[in-house]
């Protein structure tokens, strides 16, 4: 054993301790607000409960079954998806092409473009959701003013107000938040990106679109796979934005399943559905990962 | 042995901290209000020092926390076990599921049959007990009514409030014909449009369906009553009479609108003119200008112009308030205070006595109303426990929405009625 041990670079006695000393304060963090709430959830779920005083009507599975029929939740897990692909159609392209941009040594306003395009990332949610109320305001906001001054007389419309375009307009906020975190990983990326592979197919003639395609695109395997990551499991958690932007309303025309989750849960007290909302959350985002840990990262590598 | 005369030293030293800091430690009181306007931050701390200059052992810690947010906050606290001592409550439903979880004190007996229980009418203080048990108490109640802005209304020619449902449906089509916005409405947070489908209930319906829903022996929101008060909704709502853009504004955006004059009226409580003024340019409000009127008659329906939906303010007591906290809590309902409480805010004030402290007559308007009621409903989603509360909310603006139709809205409201029970 001890030789096996010796010969993998495992961990021996002694090494053990030393991992359990410097592990022992993440650990204890992560399992006590972590796994604990987790467990705890997937019990809440099992119940009618109100959040006040001890569980005691038992549901079984009948939480699920209920959110399973229900309407809003497959609106909300629709809006999911849909962030999740407008955020890899149109924000991680547009990431790209602007880390490709920025990271040009050529060009002059390099640094200040980076940081210009990271600053909508640095603003807090909230703060965001606030800001952007007032653009959208339709009494003196400025998408009113620009309407007016492009088409005088003509009706201003009420973004967040109507169900048709709430989603839409809160779903403009989510890309020009984000795309800049995108942009900073791949402008990372880049400059990991050998520069003399690419002045050497420069020189061997090839074309701008053929050392994309063939140096830098394969050279950025690694942050794509994780701005993906993140788009797509943030687009599942998405709150803050959509809640200080309408609470996922009108008649939950902008929901997404946490803002539904806390609604039911932590406004209405119904601890034991929004239980079930989570447990429901918890799957979809562990079967996403297992599934892109397996099947899209381990077979490139 | 230095060592341990040391240890002794110190050990007596902290024992010595440890019991002056006992006997010079205040009683502390945690207390949580909404009032967020300047006065009524003014009103609070005024009362604070007032109070800990009579009583130097006790300190008030206060917390002011907008509406929404102290709603959110407050949920929090009660999961874990830890409710303020004294907070903002509006009885009814969530007082009662507080009170059953055993979050609330009992105040009967600082109540019951002494002189602070003597100062309000038992139906006020009927709104914060729960088992025939007090658990806060109320210092404002008042009614929801029509806000209105007399210039507005006389530019189309009406001097005085339509009494009549169809005279209201005219002068709605007069100010949209002067390009006027006929009503305000906060949509966003729903409950105002709540109000408005609620009162259609009571005058179609009356009491009578009110009654019958709580005692769960009728069809409940099935009645046509409730649905035939969302047709009227949505007829109304058809007139185009709300703001542009009304389900994505807030309560605060529709006191602006009046309180700039850019809206004719609002349906709103008794706290309508205060934060009229905090939230409109420059703070003025509309002055006198301002008037309130019931919500107007619907004929052939069952209910009265003198029934009334309304409700107030008061404060509910944590599991873990002193008597001290009881004792503030008694301040605040004291005659003098109640009334100065009544001229800073414009509120109704509950205490006897205290109507003196009535300087607006606005409030003198809402408490006519209130005296001479016939029947008196608390704000629904109140009266009714979160969960249902918070369905009918939804419900209602889905029917102005468009999304659902009265009918579909009731059996929603309904369906999530039956299963919180």
Partial sequence: MSKRNAIRGGPGRASFLTLFVLLAPALIIFIAMVLVPVVEAAAFSLYKWNGLGPMTNFRGLRNFQALFSDEVVGKAISHNVLIAIFSLVVQLPMAMGLALIVSDEKFKGAVFFRTFFFLPYVLSEVITGALWQFIYQPQFGLVKLLWSTLLPGAQAPALLGDTKTVFWAILAVIVWKYFGLHMTIYVAGLQDIPKEQIEAATIDGASRKRIFASIILPGMRIPIQLSVFFSVIGSFQIFDVVWAMGRGDPVNAAETIVTYLYKMGLQRFNIGYGGAIAVFIFLLCLFFNLFYQKVLVREES | MKIGSKLIVCILLLALAGSASLLAAPTKVSFWHIGVAANDRAFYENLKAAYEKAHPDVTIEITVLENEAFKAKLATLMQSGTPPDIFQSWGGGTLTEYAQAGLLRDISRFTKDTAWGKSMAPGVWNVYQSGGKQYGSPHDMGAITFWYNKDLLAKVGYKSFPTDWDDFLALVKKLKAAGITPIALGGRDKWPAMHMWSYFALRVGGSEAFESLFSGKGKGFNDPAFVK????????????????????????????????????????????????????????????????????????????????????????????????????????NSVENNAAWATSNGAIPTVKGAESGIKDANARLVKAIVDKCTFFQLYLDQFLSPAAGGAVNDAVQAMLAGSQTPAQACAAMQKAYEESK
């Fill in chain 2, 229 to 332: 008060a969302g047709q009227m909704l949505v007829e109304l709502a058809a007139l185009k009479p709300f703001q542009d853009g009304f389900l994505g504004a807030t309560f605060d955006d529709e006191s602006a609108l009046v309180g700039n004059g850019q809206a004719a009226m609002e349906l709103m409580g008794q706290w309508a003119p205060n934060n009229q003024v905090d939230k409109s340019i420059g703070k003025k409000g509309l002055g006198d200008k301002l008037a309130a009127a019931p919500f107007p008659a619907i004929k052939g329906g069952k209910g009265k112009v003198t029934d009334v939906i309304g409700g107030g303010n008061g404060y509910a007591v944590g599991k873990n308030a002193s008597d001290a906290a009881v004792d503030f809590l008694r301040f605040f």
